[in-house]
């Protein structure tokens, strides 16, 4: 038997197990498992794009991934997703909203919704910085 139960912006499940009838007795297992329901931000777009690159009828690079944009109250976040190695995912800028103008990272921190995002997707979040890749940590 499976039960749902909702509960504070979370659901949790919970499973119940019966032994079969041919062990004596009756045995139950439960286990909760906690589901979270919903993200805290959305993005406002993800576009699947593909891009190759060829030497004449050599194909050189091949590029397939996805792009996440998140508009926050002041901010547009641009991450991607290389489809060849699915853990990872990197935050490429922080834009001004308005004005679409890259913002130095260093000047500001990543909104924790849009991190929370991704951590729920991701097992490896890096982002571009002025001297290459920078891993993000918990």
């Known amino acids: 038997m499976v039960r749902l139960i909702g509960s504070s912006g979370l659901m ?3 499973l119940i197990a019966c032994a079969s ?6 045995a139950a297992i439960a286990q909760e498992i906690r589901l979270e329901e919903a993200d805290l931000i959305l993005p406002v777009r993800i576009m699947h794009n593909s891009e190759q690159i060829w030497d004449g009828d050599r194909l050189v690079q091949d590029y ?3 792009v996440y944009e998140f508009e926050t ?8 997703a290389y489809l060849d190695n699915i853990q990872a995912v990197s935050i490429l800028g922080i834009f ?9 990272p260093t000047d ?3 909104d924790p919704r ?7 997707r991701y097992v490896e979040i890096d982002m571009l910085g002025p001297t290459g890749y920078v891993p993000i940590e918990e």
């Open 12 to 14: 949790v499940l919970v």
């Open 96 to 104: 001004d909203k308005y004005s679409k103008e890259p913002l130095r």
């Open 108 to 110: 500001l921190e990543i």
């Open 73 to 80: 109250e002041a901010y547009l976040y641009r991450a991607r």
């Open 21 to 26: 009838s041919h062990i004596a007795g009756p």
């Open 64 to 66: 397939n991934y996805l």
């Open 114 to 120: 849009v991190l929370a995002y991704l951590r729920r």
